[in-house]
Nanobody, 125 residues
Framework: QVQLVESGGGLVQAGGSLRLSCAAS????????MGWFRQAPGKEREFVAT??????????YYADSVKGRFTISRDNAKNTVYLQMNNLKPEDTAVYYC????????????????WGQGTQVTVSS
């Protein structure tokens, strides 16, 4: 079992920045792919970013809507994954979830085994 706890959400004006954190505990491993997803009211949960270890290197992937503005990173010593969000827009408003799955990454939320409780991000115009 892996437990995930997100933090760092809040209210910010458009153009501002936030950094989300996801602390992992339990059967954690650097071989777990970690992802960030978000869900706005009335919408399906969507992929934001993911980071995974493959063939000796870290690989990161981003949704087109956040590419160039968001950065995913991880600190394995602290068992923590981060999502640095810059130049935030009102359409980034959502509950942000951290998720984990063994080994390979995926863009689909259905492929992830473990989820945090979510943290609210609200961007005002």
């Amino acid at each position: 079992q892996v437990q995930l706890v997100e933090s760092g959400g809040g209210l910010v004006q458009a153009g501002g920045s936030l950094r989300l954190s996801c602390a992992a505990s339990g059967r954690t491993s650097s071989r777990y792919a970690m992802g960030w997803f978000r869900q706005a009211p009335g919408k399906e949960r969507e992929f934001v970013a993911t980071i995974s270890w493959r063939t000796g290197a870290w690989y990161t992937y981003y949704a087109d809507s956040v590419k160039g503005r968001f950065t995913i990173s991880r600190d394995n010593a602290k068992n923590t994954v981060y999502l640095q969000m810059n130049n935030l827009k009102p359409e980034d408003t959502a509950v942000y979830y951290c998720a984990a799955r063994p080994l390979t990454t995926s863009y689909s939320p259905q492929d992830y085994d473990y989820w945090g409780q979510g943290t609210q991000v609200t961007v005002s115009s």
